[in-house]
């Protein structure tokens, strides 16, 4: 089946830094999304984006699916950021990758 | 606040009982969708339902069960359970049509299980 890997496993950040969170998928997908669970386990929808690029304040996604892989912004990172972001692709049922923990340091 | 609705939020039971999660998906959601997540580990896609039928089965134990019910809401059915069936078990929902599988996914925010 359709492997997602997602890097960095973690990462620690001071508040204000910016980094980038990348998925790689092994085959052809509908629909990838990005999600963000917060500390207290709920799922965000962060980003639908199966191509392309999008913004949401301080967070942007791009898709490359012609060469499986999507990235995720954050940028100017607070507090309120830290948590678990997971990417999921979409064959016919979707499948999630291992997720990246972030921690964000006042 | 997603639109999905998930309860009960926490449970605490023994081993060896059996418990019942429900789920109630956003207004004109077809397909419903079961994931588990064990502590501190990633989402395992457990079965789901659209309009009514099973579509795809992933890693469910033969303990488990779930049903969507003619009104589009779900229920997920676990027995015999064993410590390590402890976990957040979410369910998702999503709009979905015929064969299409673009339907972007939405969560409830999870019931979490805990059998001592």
């Known amino acids: 089946g359709i492997q997602v890997e997602q890097s960095p496993p973690d990462l620690i950040l001071q508040e204000g830094a910016n980094s980038t969170l990348r998925c790689n998928f092994s085959d052809s997908v509908n629909n990838l999304q990005w999600f963000h669970q917060n500390p207290w386990g709920q799922l965000i929808n962060l980003f639908y984006?199966?191509?392309g690029t999008k913004q949401n304040g301080r967070l942007s996604a791009t898709t490359v699916a012609t060469e499986r892989y999507s990235l995720l912004y954050i940028s100017s990172s607070q507090t309120t950021d830290s948590g678990v972001y997971f990417c999921a692709v979409r064959v016919y049922k979707y499948i999630f990758g291992t997720g990246t923990r972030l921690k964000v340091l006042a | 606040d997603s639109g999905v609705t998930q309860t009960p939020k926490h449970l605490i039971t023994a081993t060896g009982q059996r418990v019942t999660l429900r789920c109630s998906p956003r207004?004109?959601?077809?397909?419903v969708y079961w994931y588990q997540q064990s502590l501190d580990q990633g989402l395992q896609f457990l079965i789901q339902?659209?309009?009514?039928?099973?579509?795809a089965k992933g890693n469910i134990l033969e303990r488990f069960s779930a049903q969507q019910f003619p009104d589009l809401h779900s229920e997920l059915n676990l027995s015999s359970l064993e410590l390590g069936d402890s976990a957040l078990y979410f369910c998702?929902?999503?709009?979905?049509?015929?064969?299409?599988?673009?339907?972007?996914?939405?969560f409830g925010e999870g019931s979490r299980l805990t059998v001592l």
């Open positions: 339902y659209y309009n009514g039928e099973e579509r």
């Open positions: 207004s004109g959601d077809l397909s």
């Open positions: 984006i199966p191509s």
């Open positions: 998702a929902s999503s709009v979905d049509s015929g064969t299409s599988y673009t339907g972007e996914l939405f």
